[in-house]
Nanobody
Framework: VQLQASGGGLVQTGGSLRLSCAAS????????LGWFRRAPGKEREFVAG????????EYADSVKGRFTISRDGAKNSVFLQMNSLKPEDTAVYYC????????????????????WGQGTLVTVSS
């Protein structure tokens, strides 16, 4: 089972990036999916999550109104559209899969996520 994150890069303040995470090895249609990030010197933190069918989403307060999470069941993928980027968004971004049995659950708890991608670096210059 693999999660492959991509789409990171260097962008100026106010710019946009779209992260993608493709799953292989199994279908994640019954997993909640999420994005976390780890900034230099900090712990990994929740950014956004989406339920099984994509009907429920949750965001960290720091990214609300700027980031949008979505998923494509046919492509077994999850995306993170990041707009109005700030230097404090600089981090390695990780996608994760939560094998929750509840179709409307979105967890911000890192311990609920069973599978992880390798991370993609986002750098926002001021």
């Amino acid at each position: 089972v693999q999660l492959q994150a991509s789409g990171g890069g260097l962008v100026q303040t106010g710019g946009s990036l779209r992260l993608s995470c493709a799953a292989s090895g199994r279908t994640f249609s019954r997993y909640a999916l999420g994005w976390f990030r780890r900034a230099p010197g900090k712990e990994r933190e929740f950014v956004a999550g989406i339920s099984w069918g994509g009907t429920k989403t949750e965001y960290a307060d720091s990214v609300k109104g700027r980031f949008t999470i979505s998923r494509d069941g046919a492509k077994n993928s999850v995306f993170l559209q990041m707009n109005s980027l700030k230097p404090e968004d600089t981090a390695v971004y990780y996608c994760g899969a939560d094998p929750t049995v509840h179709p409307l659950t979105v967890s911000a708890d890192i311990n609920h996520y069973e599978y992880w991608g390798q991370g993609t670096l986002v750098t926002v210059s001021s």
